[in-house]
């Protein structure tokens, strides 16, 4: 069973940062489809940052400029760097891969426990 296990989250004022960190229990780390999502309460889970095997990323639009993803394969790790954090970036931040799928051509999602992320003052 792939293994995720987040770090890095906290208690951070407005404009603060946070570097989340998720190492993955995969040989196959480096070519993995890497993400991060969060949840706030009452809300869906919802898409922050991908970085991808060959290493393009995509970000949402809501974090454009504030936050940078990235791998250090060696570590069979993804970090999250957030800056300029908002209250609204309040929530459970969550580490997913997606790797093989149970047959061929599909895919599936692997999930973190989850750390928890508050911006206040």
């Known amino acids: 069973q792939v293994q995720l296990m987040e770090s890095g989250g906290g208690l951070v004022q407005p404009g603060g940062s946070l570097r989340l960190s998720c190492v993955a229990s995969v040989s196959a780390f480096s070519i993995s489809d890497m993400g991060w999502y969060r949840q706030a309460p009452g809300k869906q889970r919802e898409l922050v940052a991908r970085?991808?095997?060959?290493?393009?990323?995509h970000y949402a639009d809501f974090v454009k400029g504030r936050f940078t993803i990235s791998r250090d394969n060696a570590k069979n790790t993804v970090y999250l760097q957030m800056n300029s954090l908002k209250p609204e970036d309040t929530a459970v931040y969550y580490c997913r891969l997606r790797g093989a799928g149970e047959f061929a051509n599909t895919a599936t999602d692997y999930w973190g426990q989850g750390t928890q992320v508050t911006v206040s003052s």
């Open positions: 970085i991808f095997g060959n290493g393009f990323t």
